[in-house]
């Protein structure tokens, strides 16, 4: 298992320069509206790890896989624990941003700041719950293809319904998300992810390589 996570993790480590680069330059770009920066270290570790499918595609890392003495539910999981760690480390990153935009006097409203923060957490971790699966399914351009048309047509159908259905949620559940953002947070995400890796693992079970 170790084994397999650091795998995924040495073909990510040639990009750590290019994401501290990025940001060093998207910071200065968004110095009126650090709110959007929040989200860019989350989406670039998201980008960057759906490429090491793609690597692995190009390597027939599969089917080679398949001839070693390891377990396959134990490759998907690599996978997901994986994708974990570079969201933590996105996390870090986008904390740092909050801090550090605090301490010049570019953004006085952390808590807002952290809500956003939160909440573009829940959208790349929904869009990796959806895209994985489609991934092992389809392979990566199929799943890449699909998963952006779906996300196109989930798009069209909340605009949709948030035009023409005036829909507020209870003052008591408001006040519960304003206290508790943190938490329903972790746990959406836990059962995303959680729902992704089970799907993903019974479609990678039935494949033969």
């Not at 190009?58 to 070693?68: F, R, S």
Request: proline residues 2%; contains cysteine.
């Amino acid at each position: 298992m170790k084994g397999l996570i650091k795998k995924d993790l040495l073909m990510i480590r040639g990009n750590i320069h290019a994401i501290i680069l990025f940001l060093i330059v998207f910071s200065f770009i968004c110095l009126d509206n650090s709110q959007i920066l929040l989200f860019i270290p989350l989406f670039i570790c998201c980008m960057i790890f759906i490429s090491t499918f793609s690597y692995d595609d190009y390597n027939k890392w599969d089917a080679y896989a398949a001839t070693l003495p390891i377990q396959k539910k134990d490759i998907v999981k690599a996978k997901y624990i994986t994708n974990f760690i570079i969201i933590l480390l996105g996390l870090v990153l986008s904390v740092a941003i909050v801090f550090t935009f605090y301490l010049i006097g570019r953004n006085d409203d952390i808590k807002s700041s952290f809500d956003v923060l939160l909440g573009s957490l829940i959208g790349i971790v929904f869009f990796q719950s959806i895209l994985y699966p489609f991934i092992y399914k389809f392979g990566v351009e199929k799943g890449r293809i699909g998963i952006f048309v779906l996300v196109f047509g989930i798009s069209i159908v909340m605009a949709m319904v948030g035009r023409y259905v005036n829909f507020s949620f209870p003052e008591g559940v408001t006040l519960f998300l304003d206290n508790w953002l943190w938490l329903v947070t972790i746990g959406l995400v836990l059962l995303m992810m959680g729902i992704s890796y089970i799907v993903s693992k019974k479609i990678y079970l039935k494949k033969e390589y």
